[in-house]
């Protein structure tokens, strides 16, 4: 036993500069590429017109007429959209987990479908549905489109997936036991929901409720295409920095934009801290039962939500194939070759490929090798790991924009010795990575601390290097974790607009980016064609991502599935 134990020092001794090494310099990385912009973005909404620090940048914001307007605008708004979409994905994360439904994989397939595209699929399709020469204008009568109810009403089909992401997680874990009890008791259905099911999914109704709202409050897309002149913050820097060049009011605007977000984050953050297992080591996995009174008013509900959300996909998709909407309805491809290709965005589409598979390849190992350290290796610098574990935190609480004028002023200083990343691919694929960074370390954490820290103390014992253990047993169990993160930073590379509407240059212009400038330009057609290509590369993608996943688990972690 001293022996092991002393070659399990020996080990740890001999490993703890290395990971202590390179865990600092993920650390450096963080700051370089996350807390610098952020600093940089600070001191511009501080700095005057003569360089000197002071609060005058906003006290002009406050002063100029209408900014109060667009506070106001975008947090009513998301305020409205969070009212309307935790509900809604309540009730359809319910029906999958606690009711008896056909088709169960299929519906929850549908429930997301909306993460394959970037959020103007939804702007562009109520757009065709509601707008001016809409197919259902006459339903809203004398209600325009073009405005908030627009805005709420894409922005509630572009966030309802995350709520129910969240949402169905929450409701998945139930104890058995606790129904029984209310079944003993002869509890009515009203209240063994109110005291049995919304106790037990509150935190993750709050979660979900932060989410929401801090999507919505960071939202550009949307409004620009859909909100016509109704002003809100996320348009509003927009204007301030593309519009009017003016990056000091563009980071008094950002700042705004990024408190809301912020304090969604912490509440979400605090709310977490509150909450208790829901299962015990005496739980008893609930299963529903077959019961016609709940599952049939589900089965509809879900059927009709999901109808919806494939008319918003199928109008955008019906969309690119029209020749001339709404005169000519007659179906061609002339959206996806000529009109692409006549508005020089076919480019942009191989941009967006570019930067997403950069993305996905950079990305993943950066970020699981980084959580890897924090979890599994002994740290050589005291207090390292909790400074790593905050800023690992952190980017989920910036919204793109504000994240995208921070990269402009920080890499686009004169002073700056990175200033040769500004207007390239690589500037694009590392705020695609810090942006997308906290969700995706989570999930590696998760995976990680589900290893016990024996593996590493055994192979310490037999003087086994780390590395070994790394590839020969970490990361064939955590594999299906890192494909997830790979998948999630390609989809969302793919999709988003606000992390890199300020970062492109004309010979990078990505995909997602260009169906706003095709939209303000009033080409509808190759707009939606665009946009349609993007959903069908991340379902192809997806679908891959399926079938690689099963083919390499079956290869590398037959252990699962021993035979008898």
Known sequence: MAAILAARIQG???????????????????????????????????????????????????????????????????????????????????????????????????????????????????IQWFGTQGVLKSWLG???????????????????????MILVVALANADARLFEAADALSASRRRRFLTVTLPGAKYGLISAAMVVFAYSVSEFGIPKVIGGNYPVLAVEVYVQVVGMHDFGRGAVVALLLLAPALLAFFVDGYAQRRQQASLTARAVPYVPRPDWRRDLPLLVYVAALALAMLGVLGMAAYSSVVTFWPYNLELSLRHYTFGLAEAGVLDAYLNSLRIALLTALCGTPFIFITAYLLEKTPGAVPGLRPVVRALAALPMGVPGLVLGIGYILFFNHPSNPLGGLYHTLAIMVIANIVHYYTACHLTAVTALKSIDREFEAVSASLKVPLLVTFWRVTLPVCLPAVLEIARYLFVNAMTTVSALVFLYAPHTLPAAVSILNLDEAGEIGPAAAMATLIVLTTALVSSLHALAGRFLLRRHQAWRNPKR
């Open 142 to 164: 004398e209600t325009s489109v073009y405005g908030p109810l627009g805005i709420v009403m894409a922005t509630v089909y572009a966030s309802f997936p995350h709520a129910l």
């Open 12 to 126: 740890i001794g001999a490993g703890a500069p290395v990971s202590g090494g390179l865990l600092l310099l993920a650390a450096a990385a963080l700051c370089v590429f996350l807390l610098f912009p952020l600093a940089a973005l600070l001191v511009s909404s501080l700095r005057d017109d003569s360089g000197a620090l002071s609060l005058t940048r906003f006290a002009e914001f406050a002063a100029t007429p209408g900014m109060g307007r667009a506070v106001w605008n975008t947090v009513w708004i998301a305020a409205a959209v969070t009212a309307i979409t935790v509900p809604l994905a309540f009730l359809y994360a319910y029906a999958l987990e606690r009711a008896c439904l056909p088709l169960r994989g299929v519906w929850r397939i549908i429930g997301l479908s909306a993460l394959l595209g970037p959020s103007l699929v939804g702007a562009i399709a109520f």
